[in-house]
């Protein structure tokens, strides 16, 4: 339950830090620079948001380092992400989920879903401090 309850808070934070740069990539970086490049910044500072929630996530929930709980954490924090993306998100801009994959940049899109992938392993990445 603890690790469930880790997993929740966790994408909770990577999840409202993605929208808040969203809110601000999309009317304020994308007309500049354009929406692959806007996604590309956006994603080192997503990184570093995995990687603090991360820290403290496992820290305020006392998660021990065994690799099979930290994969764990990390799965269910990316179902939920999965879900608030195509849930939420696609909600909010009313597309469906073959319009939002098929409107994804091939550059960015790849970058953003390996970025999925460091999300779901930064609890095992990640050292308890």
């Known amino acids: ?16 830090a993605g929208f808040v740069l969203g809110t601000i990539r ?21 990184i570093l948001m995995s990687v603090a929630a991360a820290r403290w996530t496992i820290r305020r929930f006392g998660i021990p380092a065994v690799t099979s709980v930290r994969l ?8 939920l ?8 998100v696609l909600w909010l801009r009313r597309f469906s989920i073959r319009e ?8 960015s899109g790849t970058v953003y879903y390996m970025a999925l992938l460091v999300f779901a392993l930064m609890p095992l990445l990640v050292k308890r401090t």
Do not use: H, N, S
């Open 100 to 107: 939002y994959l098929a409107t994804r940049d091939p550059v």
């Open 26 to 46: 999309t009317p304020w970086i994308v007309p500049r620079v354009g929406m692959r490049t806007a996604e590309l910044l956006e994603t080192p500072f997503m």
């Open 81 to 88: 992400m999965l879900l608030g993306e195509f849930g939420f």
């Open 1 to 16: 339950m603890r690790t469930m309850k880790a997993a929740a808070v966790y994408f909770a934070l990577v999840f409202a």
């Open 72 to 79: 764990a954490m990390g799965a269910m924090a990316l179902v």
